[in-house]
């Protein structure tokens, strides 16, 4: 038989509370919460119990060692047990991804990407380093230390991290107690603040300055802001409990617990109440003063919500929260809302009582608004029997409506079909429809890869119409670390699974392949990887750089045969570099238009590599014809000859260039003999100009050098002595 939702329902002033055990703890024989400390990670995620070196320890074998870090469900099951060699831990969190941090003694931070062991790491700084870490306040993004010397450093993103001091207490500051931070999406300033008590005071500091807000009921042993920003509560040394505004200009109540001892934590419950947990017992303070008790035989840690309380014990996964109004209107005995009615009048329809049809004619005026009543409170509803209840009641309601749009009945049909299959005992996940609001479909689907639930993942995916390449890829990711087939097998099962799904991306699976040491396993995923832009760059990372210039060209994108080219000229000396292009002649081609942009040095080595003396001796002419130097472009040109000669086939040219070597030393000579310009003249006008100075032996032997024929000697010569006509 399914309870009444009001079964468990407290009182607190004028609102209901309840408290409803989620989960049977599965660790019962295995974990004593006396040893641990647990944090979970935000929207109902993973917990993470990390021992209490600051109490004794059980001993349960040579394994309990080991036992430092473990990530838990909500269910009691163990996740994945984090390999720790880092020494003693200071701080535990979680990011909004359900990303773990962990923070050293020494300042050294390490944030756990996955449930497969896999982080980044990097440290808060010298600072940190000097003095060591106490302890750290965690929001979303980021968190902030505090040091032993009493400086605070704040990092606000996990993948950019960038430590940043805060402003420095003044002198006065002689005694620091509890402290808080306000989230950067909560302050005017957009930059993270710390609420610290000191002396008998509030100091507010960010990363400019300090400001004391002058309180004098100190000191504050706890402080902690609710989930919103808007309001802080402080718990003093002598058991008062104060609710301000977070600007600390007006107060809000107050509240004597009547004991000296000081909790464990003092938390928010949402934005509507506050939490103190003492070591078995966890009170709810409400906003007039009015408290609720809730008693344990053991150990409690609480798990804030930004709707409510997870509270976990030895033995029980539990979620304190308020009961909505709309819920409350429902099922509060005696209750005559419209929503009431029409859930009623379904039971009355299911017995075939005609009073069914009198309760639907007298709500009739207002049962648009009873039906959206009925589907929002099915949205709080944990237990699916009632959840069904109110939906066939907001069923009935919609069928006597004319005009009614279903969508929002169908919407939430299919979130809570979502919510209650993750939140069963294989999967976890304790999430409410407010907190699967705001994670949003996709980055649910995210945790359950994560989780390596890879069949509901892909269902849930399915049914919610989100794209599924995501989780084939870390499925495969998971197989090649996890597997100890050989590569092919590895392979053609990869392939065999991936092969229905088009346009798939192989490049992340080839990559995690690489890493994890089975680079031939990696070259054979990357020949299924349909863009060559995710292929090569890989493949170049992987040292398989002929393969990679292979498929560079073979994908017909210059830019990325550029790419590849001019890391290849950066990391192979230039004959390595050339005798690897040398066979493909489109690579080829396209480094001769490089070395010509590049200049002459870089083209007559890839000419004389490739063993194309024409081109490489018409680079050196080129280049000599452009020497200011007479010498210098004789020696140029010698060169170029020589090659020319030195090649296996004669080349028609390379007697030209030699002709061209000895008319600038001809030139050169007649020019010291005769002290006029001859340098760059023609052979025409070499010898033209040798007999205007009546030098007709030195024309003469230009003319037999250079082969000139006589009638063009001739003719030469009757243009620098015209003959006279006889009258």
């Given at each position: 038989?399914?309870?009444n939702?009001t079964?468990g329902?407290?009182?607190?002033?004028?609102?209901?509370?309840?408290?409803?055990?989620?989960?049977?703890?599965l660790?019962?024989?295995e974990?004593?919460?006396?040893?641990f400390i647990?944090a979970?990670?935000?929207?109902?995620?993973?917990?993470?119990l990390?021992?209490d070196?600051?109490?004794p320890m059980?001993?349960?074998?040579?394994?309990?060692?080991q036992?430092?870090v473990?990530?838990?469900s909500?269910?009691?099951?163990?996740?994945?047990?984090?390999?720790?060699?880092k020494?003693?831990?200071?701080?535990?969190g979680w990011?909004?991804?359900?990303?773990?941090?962990?923070?050293?003694?020494?300042?050294?931070?390490?944030?756990?990407h996955d449930f497969?062991?896999?982080?980044?790491q990097?440290s808060l700084?010298?600072d940190?380093?000097?003095?060591g870490?106490?302890?750290?306040?965690?929001?979303?993004t980021?968190?902030v230390?505090r040091?032993?010397?009493?400086?605070?450093v704040?990092i606000?993103?996990y993948?950019?991290?960038?430590p940043?001091?805060?402003?420095e207490l003044?002198?006065?500051?002689t005694?620091?107690?509890?402290?808080?931070?306000?989230?950067?999406s909560?302050?005017?300033?957009?930059h993270?603040?710390?609420f610290?008590?000191?002396n008998n005071t509030?100091?507010v500091l960010d990363s400019m300055d300090v400001?004391?807000?002058?309180?004098e009921?100190g000191?504050?042993s706890h402080?902690?802001?609710?989930p919103?920003g808007?309001?802080?509560?402080?718990y003093?040394?002598y058991?008062?409990?104060y609710?301000?505004s977070?600007d600390?200009q007006?107060k809000?109540?107050?509240?004597?617990?009547?004991?000296?001892?000081?909790?464990?934590?003092?938390?928010?419950c949402?934005n509507?109440c506050?939490a103190?947990a003492w070591?078995s017992?966890?009170?709810?303070?409400?906003?007039?003063?009015?408290a609720?008790?809730?008693?344990?035989?053991?150990?409690?840690?609480?798990v804030?919500?930004s709707?409510?309380?997870?509270?976990?014990?030895?033995d029980?996964?539990?979620?304190?929260?308020?009961?909505q109004?709309?819920?409350?209107?429902?099922?509060r005995i005696?209750?005559?809302?419209p929503?009431?009615?029409l859930?009623?009048a379904v039971?009355q329809?299911?017995v075939?009582s005609?009073?069914a049809?009198?309760?639907?004619?007298?709500?009739?005026?207002?049962?648009?608004?009873a039906v959206?009543?009925?589907v929002k409170?099915a949205?709080?509803?944990?237990?699916?029997y009632?959840?069904k209840?109110l939906?066939?009641?907001?069923?009935l309601?919609?069928?006597?409506?004319?005009?009614?749009s279903?969508?929002?009945?169908v919407?939430?049909c299919?979130?809570l079909r979502?919510?209650n299959?993750?939140?069963?005992?294989?999967?976890?996940?304790?999430?409410?429809?407010?907190?699967?609001?705001?994670l949003?479909?996709?980055?649910l689907?995210?945790?359950l890869?994560s989780r390596?639930k890879?069949?509901l993942?892909l269902?849930?995916s399915?049914y919610?119409q989100l794209?599924?390449?995501?989780?084939?890829?870390?499925?495969?990711?998971a197989k090649?670390?996890?597997?100890?087939?050989?590569?092919?097998?590895?392979?053609?099962?990869i392939?065999h699974?991936?092969?229905s799904?088009?346009a798939i991306?192989?490049?992340?699976i080839?990559?995690?392949?690489y890493?994890?040491?089975?680079s031939r396993?990696?070259?054979?995923?990357?020949?299924?990887?349909p863009?060559?832009g995710?292929?090569?760059?890989?493949?170049?990372?992987?040292?398989?750089?002929?393969?990679?210039?292979?498929k560079?060209?073979?994908?017909g994108?210059?830019d990325?045969?550029?790419y590849?080219?001019?890391?290849?000229?950066g990391?192979?000396?230039l004959?390595?570099?050339f005798?690897?292009?040398n066979?493909?002649p489109?690579a080829?081609?396209?480094?001769?238009?490089?070395?010509?942009?590049?200049?002459?040095?870089l083209?007559?080595?890839?000419?004389y590599q490739d063993?194309?003396?024409?081109?490489s001796a018409?680079v050196?002419?080129r280049?000599?014809?452009?020497?200011?130097s007479?010498?210098?472009?004789?020696?140029k040109?010698k060169?170029?000859?020589k090659?020319?000669?030195?090649?296996?086939?004669p080349y028609p040219d390379a007697k030209?260039i030699?002709?061209?070597?000895?008319l600038?030393?001809?030139?050169q000579?007649?020019?010291?003999d005769?002290?006029?310009?001859?340098v760059?003249?023609?052979?025409?006008?070499?010898?033209?100009?040798?007999?205007?100075i009546n030098?007709?032996?030195?024309?003469?032997?230009?003319?037999?050098?250079?082969k000139?024929p006589d009638?063009?000697?001739?003719?030469?010569?009757?243009g620098?002595?015209?003959?006279?006509?006889?009258g």
């Amino acid at each position: 038989m399914v309870p009444n939702p009001t079964t468990g329902w407290e009182r607190l002033q004028d609102v209901f509370y309840r408290k409803r055990t989620e989960y049977t703890m599965l660790w019962t024989d295995e974990v004593d919460l006396n040893e641990f400390i647990v944090a979970g990670a935000p929207y109902g995620g993973a917990l993470v119990l990390v021992r209490d070196t600051g109490r004794p320890m059980s001993y349960k074998g040579p394994d309990s060692r080991q036992k430092m870090v473990l990530i838990y469900s909500n269910a009691g099951e163990l996740i994945y047990n984090v390999p720790w060699d880092k020494g003693t831990i200071r701080g535990i969190g979680w990011s909004d991804d359900e990303h773990l941090i962990l923070v050293t003694e020494d300042g050294t931070v390490r944030v756990y990407h996955d449930f497969n062991g896999g982080f980044s790491q990097f440290s808060l700084g010298k600072d940190a380093e000097d003095h060591g870490v106490i302890e750290c306040r965690f929001y979303g993004t980021g968190f902030v230390a505090r040091l032993s010397n009493g400086r605070f450093v704040s990092i606000s993103r996990y993948d950019e991290a960038r430590p940043r001091m805060l402003a420095e207490l003044p002198k006065s500051a002689t005694e620091l107690h509890g402290w808080a931070i306000v989230p950067p999406s909560y302050t005017l300033s957009r930059h993270v603040e710390v609420f610290l008590g000191v002396n008998n005071t509030v100091n507010v500091l960010d990363s400019m300055d300090v400001q004391d807000k002058y309180l004098e009921e100190g000191p504050f042993s706890h402080i902690a802001v609710s989930p919103n920003g808007a309001l802080t509560v402080l718990y003093t040394a002598y058991g008062k409990v104060y609710v301000v505004s977070s600007d600390f200009q007006k107060k809000y109540s107050e509240y004597d617990t009547g004991t000296l001892d000081s909790p464990a934590q003092v938390l928010w419950c949402a934005n509507d109440c506050v939490a103190v947990a003492w070591e078995s017992e966890v009170r709810l303070i409400g906003p007039a003063g009015g408290a609720l008790s809730f008693y344990y035989d053991s150990r409690i840690w609480l798990v804030p919500e930004s709707d409510g309380l997870r509270i976990i014990s030895e033995d029980r996964c539990e979620f304190l929260s308020k009961v909505q109004d709309v819920v409350a209107q429902i099922f509060r005995i005696g209750s005559t809302s419209p929503a009431a009615i029409l859930l009623d009048a379904v039971e009355q329809l299911e017995v075939k009582s005609p009073k069914a049809d009198d309760n639907v004619q007298l709500i009739r005026s207002s049962m648009s608004e009873a039906v959206d009543a009925c589907v929002k409170a099915a949205s709080y509803e944990p237990e699916p029997y009632w959840q069904k209840r109110l939906l066939k009641a907001a069923l009935l309601g919609k069928s006597v409506l004319e005009l009614y749009s279903s969508d929002e009945y169908v919407e939430m049909c299919e979130i809570l079909r979502v919510l209650n299959a993750v939140r069963f005992y294989d999967i976890g996940l304790l999430l409410t429809y407010e907190e699967f609001i705001r994670l949003t479909p996709e980055r649910l689907i995210d945790r359950l890869v994560s989780r390596h639930k890879y069949v509901l993942a892909l269902r849930l995916s399915e049914y919610l119409q989100l794209p599924t390449d995501k989780i084939y890829i870390r499925w495969s990711c998971a197989k090649v670390r996890s597997s100890t087939e050989d590569d092919k097998t590895i392979c053609d099962a990869i392939v065999h699974k991936l092969k229905s799904i088009p346009a798939i991306s192989y490049e992340e699976i080839a990559r995690t392949a690489y890493d994890e040491g089975r680079s031939r396993l990696a070259t054979q995923l990357l020949n299924y990887e349909p863009r060559a832009g995710r292929q090569v760059p890989l493949l170049l990372s992987m040292e398989e750089d002929e393969i990679a210039l292979i498929k560079s060209v073979e994908s017909g994108d210059p830019d990325l045969l550029y790419y590849v080219l001019l890391h290849l000229k950066g990391k192979y000396s230039l004959a390595q570099f050339f005798r690897l292009v040398n066979d493909k002649p489109v690579a080829s081609a396209v480094v001769e238009q490089l070395a010509r942009n590049e200049g002459p040095e870089l083209l007559k080595d890839f000419y004389y590599q490739d063993d194309r003396r024409a081109d490489s001796a018409l680079v050196i002419y080129r280049e000599a014809l452009l020497l200011d130097s007479i010498s210098d472009r004789i020696e140029k040109l010698k060169l170029g000859a020589k090659i020319y000669q030195d090649a296996k086939d004669p080349y028609p040219d390379a007697k030209a260039i030699e002709d061209h070597a000895k008319l600038y030393e001809m030139q050169q000579s007649f020019e010291k003999d005769y002290k006029q310009a001859f340098v760059g003249l023609t052979v025409a006008e070499t010898i033209k100009k040798l007999l205007k100075i009546n030098q007709s032996s030195k024309a003469s032997k230009v003319k037999g050098e250079f082969k000139v024929p006589d009638k063009m000697f001739i003719f030469l010569k009757e243009g620098v002595y015209p003959t006279v006509k006889k009258g």
